[in-house]
């Protein structure tokens, strides 16, 4: 008899929960923050008819709930080949491709998520996987040392390499198996007191930079951040300090705005974790920061012309104002922001109709009465116009490189900005990777084409494509 299979989709959700129980423990602020988050999106939920309406439509009020991103930092080839083994057993593909060093972060990454609507709205977690970039060390000596530390490692448990492999073989698992791989999946994002370096190598690792050291001289690559989705960041960053916790001085990414776009999030400090040095006569202690707390608000998804407009008004705003150490320029950045993105249509109608961003067509109830009396126009816009074709944004599931190196900095001290003099490297990435990532604009093109053609053969119109304004 065959063995019944657990959904991909399950495993993730069994998975989200328990890294996000492991993370409570580890990080208290963290579990104060989902209280907080909570709070402010039920009182959103409760004002805002309108949007609680939206997301209800979308799939998307069910996932908010449950919904967050972590992020890892990876030290070698292997370990990113196995992590897509890895989070493939959880239905969750690499989409996208960032490259961190021209800020001076000397990594590359992907984000590791679900990609079907279905599966998104079921839960949405995403990891942010980032490869350190060994090669921008420039110290010979020091480079060859932290490789050798990294080839000794091991961060995947036999058992969960096992059962990735079962995955693999049987093309599933069962709920017994979900469960152990779980557990033994759990073991890799765990946080260790104990370095596997002593005081002195960690020290110099440190010193060549701050990532450097917290990639290498551990026993695995911790979670480093767990971030839920909020409704209202603005509202949650405000209240933040009530709680004890104190935010960074600036929000990343676009504007407070009425029709949200992309991605907005801001972060707070890393905790100062007790260590212990190995390979020292006797107990040698230190401390380290890598792990912090993270909240985000996300909007729909632009599209390649929305998405250049975004990234030359951002430019354009950090040409201008840049926020110094200590949050200096603050009020006078966020301020340039606003006013600059007024150039950036902020209704769901113009963003549509100037084909800025994604959306996802349905037919509504009066359009499949008006379809079956034969009395539909065939031009989509007189459609939507007789409310017969309705659309709603596509959510944004990636990330932003700008805004990325905005955290990652402000998490690693801003003391730290380098310019590494070297190009991308994506090849290597996706070599390292066993795979090419995803192109997260075909992906949301895909959804929104998808959505318009079952909405059209419901109102017996099919084939009829949409024109927006070029
Ligand atoms: C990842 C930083 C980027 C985000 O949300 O953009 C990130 C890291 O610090 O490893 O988490
Ligand atoms: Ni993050």
């Not at 036999?158 to 059962?163: F, G, H, S, T, Y």
Request: aromatic share 8%.
């Amino acid at each position: 008899m065959p063995q019944a299979f657990v959904s991909t989709d399950r495993i993730r959700s069994l998975f989200t929960e328990a890294m996000s129980q492991m993370y409570r423990t580890e990080v208290p602020q963290y579990g104060t923050l989902i209280e907080l988050v909570a709070e402010v999106n039920a009182a959103c939920l409760e004002k805002d008819p309108e949007l609680r309406d939206r997301l209800a439509g979308t799939g998307e009020l069910e996932r908010i709930d449950v919904e967050r991103h972590g992020a890892i930092r990876l030290g070698t080839a292997e370990e990113l080949f196995t992590i897509r083994r890895l989070f493939a057993v959880m239905g969750m593909q690499a989409v996208g491709y960032y490259d961190l060093s021209v800020a001076g972060v000397p990594v590359h990454s992907t984000c590791f998520r679900p990609i079907g609507e279905a599966a998104l709205n079921v839960n949405p977690f995403r990891v942010f996987t980032s490869l350190l970039r060994l090669e921008l060390i420039e110290d010979e000596g020091l480079r060859g040392e932290a490789q050798a530390i990294l080839a000794a490692r091991r961060i995947y448990t036999p058992r969960a390499v096992a059962l990735i492999e079962r995955h693999e073989q049987n093309g599933g698992l069962t709920e017994a198996e979900a469960t152990e791989f779980v557990a033994e999946a759990l073991e890799t994002f765990r946080w260790h007191g104990e370095a596997t370096v002593n005081a002195e190598t960690y020290k110099r690792l440190h010193d060549a930079h701050r990532l450097i050291a917290d990639v290498v001289s551990f026993k695995g690559p911790h979670i480093n951040h767990l971030t839920p989705r909020t409704l209202d960041i603005d509202a949650v960053q405000a209240r933040m300090p009530e709680r004890g916790i104190t935010p960074k001085a600036v929000i990343e990414g676009p504007p407070r705005r009425h029709c949200d776009i992309l991605l907005r999030q801001t972060s707070f400090k890393a905790l100062e974790e007790a260590i212990v040095f190995s390979g020292e006569e006797s107990t040698v202690r230190g401390s380290h920061t890598a792990r912090f707390g993270e909240i985000e608000q996300r909007g729909v998804a632009l599209t390649a012309k929305g998405r250049a407009l975004y990234d030359r008004l951002l430019a354009s705003v950090r040409g201008e104002v840049q926020v110094g150490a200590g949050g200096t320029k603050a009020g006078a950045y966020d301020q340039e922001l606003a006013e600059r993105f007024k150039a950036l249509p902020d209704s769901w109608e113009e963003l549509r109709r100037q084909d800025l961003a994604f959306f996802r067509y349905s037919a509504t109830p009066a359009g499949i009465t008006a379809a079956a009396n034969g009395a539909l126009p065939s031009d989509p816009e007189a459609l939507i116009a007789r409310g017969y074709l309705a659309f709603a944004p596509v959510v944004y599931e990636d990330f932003l490189p700008v805004s990325a190196a905005g955290i990652f900095q402000s998490n690693l001290g801003t003391d730290q900005q380098q310019n590494y003099a070297t190009r991308s490297n994506r090849d290597a990435f996706e070599a390292a990777l066993g795979a090419t990532v995803k192109d997260e604009l075909a992906l949301y093109a895909e959804r929104q084409a998808a959505s318009l053609d079952a909405a059209m053969e419901a109102l017996g119109l099919a084939g009829l494509q949409l024109k927006t304004v070029a």
